[in-house]
């Protein structure tokens, strides 16, 4: 039952509903084993930080940093900020020292809590050189303090500042004052272009982005969610946020490349997710089928392909199948399929919401037949991330991005801009008034850069229309269309496609090192690293040739021509990825820009 109380009161309003029961799980690395905190223990910690903030003087609409991996203790500062009208600022984990420099100076923030030891030496330095900063806050006791730091404290004495709870008539104050039109939190874009924009999201947008999900998705108390992506990004924030408000159980997974290893332990019934994970999970799908032996590669084969026809051609239509698919299905779902969900960790599957990119069909098709329910959506962080989602009793659409969430508002402007209204939607960018007025327009409608259009009550993107790119000739080139179509090959990692003011389409390639790898050894070609590797014809020729097979379907003008195999993956340090590790366009063009030039030699 969704718990409509305000955040500030959030935590403490469930702890009278649930009491004992967990709230959420962490990984004691130490014991190698999965803990349980409380509601109750919840409420207690938040009640903490809300008197130990007010010990340390945080005024009403302050903001404060929150720079950490995923981890309880961020959930404990988010709400207990909101208790007393202040507003938190999380920044990724992986921000360098420039983007921590700039978002402090940018927000006025005094008051920094750092998770682990790269993202204490990082906000120490700029401690030093940000006069308004006064003091960091340590989640981890491991982390091992400068010998020059005499004002940073770890988040135990932090806590211990407010056990008392001697400002808990303060604290009840400024809950009760609670503005629905305060600041909850400014989120900073990662920002493929130019500076960050701190994107202001109130508690009025959460309340309208909290009942607009209700009766969308099949979400309730009994579900145990793993938190995968960053809390920084809107995705996970908001998400969680719900199923908060819903009494799920959150299992906060700390570092991303333990994903799999947590799915295994926890068996979440909820995850959400970019497609790019589904992308790795259906490449190691189809690599244990070509490694299995033939009869169990039929079998495996057999199961997705009465999968697809029973969840894909029927269900997701409405339909109901003939009672022979109904009963080969059964079959398959109760072995073969049972057994690659188990594999995963993914045998108690509810739901799987996704969404921050275009997922390729062939990925989304996998993933159904497999009898996963993706919820496939739409969102910005202008948009406290739903804008539409796939409706589980409803019929979806291979492409789509589901059905309006209740209480949003969207028009297709020029272009086939999608345009949105709502309570969701921000009112603009944190002491940015001249981005603000470029993004909303004289009417009140947010501009999103995506094109799309609706077709029986789904809507569908088509591009970024600021990154359609117009060949030499005057084509124009959806790369982010093409990119979702060749990713899909089990030898491709990534892929970048250049074609803006070019005679023909290329493409920049980071291949599955491990199994290009393999296909040289197997051929008798030999390297002597990644670099010989990558740039062997026969290597080269051999991917060529996986990308002319699914490029079949394009327009003559949209196909690649010419690829160049990469050596080395994208790299935030060299600034090519930002932290949610959309690629910098501008950024690869200028580091590989001989690279480029050489496919485009006559």
Request: overall charge neutral.
């Amino acid at each position: 039952m969704l718990n409509t109380t305000p955040y500030s009161t959030l935590i403490h309003s469930q702890a009278k509903v649930y009491g004992d029961r967990a709230a959420m799980l962490y990984r004691d690395d130490n014991e190698g084993r999965w803990k349980e905190i409380s509601w109750n223990t919840f409420s207690d910690r938040v009640r903490m930080v809300s008197n130990a903030l007010l010990e340390l003087g945080v005024g009403i609409q302050e903001n404060i940093g929150v720079f950490s991996q995923n981890m309880p203790e961020c959930m404990y500062t988010d709400f207990g900020a909101y208790g007393i009208r202040a507003v938190t600022i999380p920044f990724y984990a992986t921000s360098s020292e420039m983007q921590v420099k700039y978002m402090v100076s940018d927000a006025n923030i005094r008051y920094i809590f750092v998770g682990e030891q790269y993202q204490y030496d990082i906000a120490y330095r700029v401690l030093h050189i940000s006069p308004q900063m006064s003091k960091l806050i340590i989640f981890d006791s491991k982390v091992k303090k400068d010998a020059q730091d005499k004002v940073s404290i770890y988040y135990d004495e932090f806590l211990a500042l407010g056990a008392s709870y001697s400002h808990q008539q303060e604290v009840d104050i400024r809950t009760r004052e609670l503005d629905q039109d305060d600041l909850a939190n400014i989120l900073y874009t990662s920002g493929t272009t130019g500076l960050s924009k701190g994107v202001m999201l109130t508690h009025r947008m959460y309340a309208g982005a909290m009942r607009g999900h209700q009766g969308a998705i099949p979400l309730s108390d009994r579900d145990v969610v793993l938190n995968f992506l960053p809390f920084t990004h809107v995705f996970e924030r908001g998400w969680a946020y719900l199923c908060l408000t819903e009494g799920c159980t959150l299992a906060v997974n700390r570092n991303p490349v333990d994903v799999l290893r947590s799915m295994q332990e926890v068996h979440p019934s909820c995850m959400c997710a970019v497609p790019r994970f589904w992308e790795k999970v259906y490449s190691g799908v189809q690599e244990k089928i070509m490694s299995s032996s033939p009869i169990q590669r039929k079998l495996l084969q057999d199961a997705l392909r009465v999968g697809k026809a029973y969840n894909v051609e029927y269900k997701m239509k409405g339909l109901t199948p003939p009672l022979s698919l109904k009963m080969q299905y059964k079959f398959y779902e109760k072995t073969v399929i049972a057994l690659l969900l188990k594999n995963l960790g993914l045998e108690r599957h509810n739901f799987f919401p996704t969404a921050g990119a275009a997922i390729p069909p062939v990925v989304e098709e996998f993933i159904h037949a497999a009898g996963i329910m993706m919820v496939v959506g739409y969102g910005l962080t202008e948009s406290t991330a739903t804008v539409s989602c796939d409706r589980w009793n409803q019929k979806i659409s291979l492409g789509s991005v589901g059905r309006l969430l209740n209480g949003v508002q969207v028009k297709i402007g020029e272009n086939n801009e999608v345009l949105l209204k709502g309570d969701t939607i921000t009112k603009g960018y944190y002491r940015k008034a001249e981005v603000t007025a470029l993004s909303i327009d004289s009417d009140g409608w947010f501009h999103t850069g995506d094109a799309g259009y609706f077709k029986d009550g789904e809507l569908f993107l088509t591009d970024r229309i600021k990154e359609l790119f117009k060949t030499s000739n005057g084509k124009y080139i959806a790369p982010q269309m093409l990119e979702s179509k060749l990713v899909v090959d089990r030898y491709i990692d990534q892929i970048v496609i250049i074609a803006d003011q070019r005679k023909f389409v290329s493409a920049l390639i980071i291949p599955e090192y491990k199994l290009l790898e393999e296909f040289a050894r197997q051929h008798n070609i030999d390297f002597a690293n990644r670099t010989e590797l990558c740039q062997h014809p026969d290597v080269v020729k051999f991917v060529k040739y996986r990308i002319d097979t699914l490029q079949q379907e394009f327009a003559h003008y949209e196909q690649v021509k010419c690829i160049t195999l990469l050596p080395e993956p994208f790299s935030m340090e060299r600034g090519e990825l930002t932290n949610t590790l959309k690629v910098k366009r501008s950024v690869l063009n200028e580091n590989y820009a001989t690279q480029i030039e050489k496919m485009y030699e006559e």
